[in-house]
């Protein structure tokens, strides 16, 4: 299976462009951390256009051997091309969302390759959100079937390609820690399964992928990062900087501030010790002095 990953382009805001830099790159990252049981069979190759013109979708994931099963449950649906449009947290999903993606699809289908080299029947549509979108799938239910087919899987039959909606929030937490993880709304419990997932990767290339996301997530649910790093026995040193790149400055001023401290403090003792000195003597003198008085 062959991967190539693009953000889109085009009429954006300048809202969905800011999304798009700041949640595309993590996401692709994702979508190969769910996909790793068949690492072996995938071949990631970015920025896809999809026509002449600067028009690109979010995924293309091409299915390397028409044989080789896909583990994951969300690639279990694919055929050997597979188009995947991902929206971040602040995006919203709608029926002209949906009709864009299948337009992509029915253009990868006619401006690749020789006439009919892919078929239409070796084509899926993937749509990605964390929020489940409502009145799409109200109005895609008016026309299609709609079909929960697992938690958080919608698939819509009736199309011209076989779709799912892919809703993150309602995924198993199990089975989907990657997936689930592109949030704003993070608790402790999660971060640690991340942090878990992360720890439990073994190649320096998932890793690689796997910082590009926790980074992300870390930087947008920074508040929960923190407790988990200020609780000090939960995660390795390592992984403390690579999640708050800042934490070895912020140590290292307070460690610093703590020495200030620390020779202010000695400074004010041998003020002290000085002062008691002082006083020692002035009494030792006033003792002479009233010697002196009585011996008069």
């Known amino acids: 299976m062959c991967t190539r990953m693009c953000c889109s382009a085009g009429k954006d805001t300048n809202l969905e462009i800011e999304n798009r830099t700041l949640w595309h790159p993590a996401f692709c990252s994702t979508m190969e951390l769910e996909l790793i049981q068949n690492k072996d069979g995938l071949i990631y190759d970015s920025e896809y256009n999809l ?3 600067p028009l690109r979708i979010d995924l293309l994931i091409i299915r390397k051997k028409p044989e080789e099963t896909i583990v994951n449950e ?3 649906f694919f055929l050997g091309y597979n188009i995947i449009e991902y929206k971040s947290p602040d995006d919203s999903m709608n029926i002209d969302t949906f009709y864009k993606v299948l337009s992509y699809a029915c253009l990868y289908k006619a401006d690749t390759g020789a006439v009919d080299e892919i078929l239409e029947t070796d084509i899926t549509v993937s749509l990605i959100r964390e929020r489940k979108p409502v009145k799409l799938l109200a109005q895609l239910e ?3 079937e709609v079909r929960r087919e697992g938690e958080g899987i919608y698939r819509v039959y009736g199309m ?3 779709m799912q909606i892919i809703v993150t929030k309602q995924l198993d937490r199990g089975q989907h820690v990657w997936l689930k993880s592109l949030t704003r709304s993070m608790d402790i419990a999660q971060a640690e399964e991340l942090l878990d997932s992360y720890d439990s990767l073994e ?5 690689a992928k796997a910082g590009v996301v926790v980074n992300l997530v870390s930087d947008v649910n920074s508040a929960v990062f923190e407790q988990i790093v200020s609780g000090g026995d939960r995660m390795s040193e390592a992984l403390k900087r690579m999640v708050l790149p800042e934490l070895g400055e912020l140590k290292e001023l307070i460690a610093n501030k703590d020495a200030e401290i620390a020779d202010k403090d000695a400074e004010i003792a041998d003020k002290d010790a000085e002062i008691a000195h002082k006083d020692a003597e002035i009494a030792a003198l006033r003792q002479m002095l009233a010697e002196a008085g009585r011996q008069v």
């Open 142 to 144: 008016e026309k299609y």
């Open 51 to 53: 026509s002449r013109e």
């Open 74 to 76: 969300i690639g279990a």
């Open 203 to 207: 190649s320096e290339e998932a890793r």
């Open 160 to 162: 011209l390609f076989p």
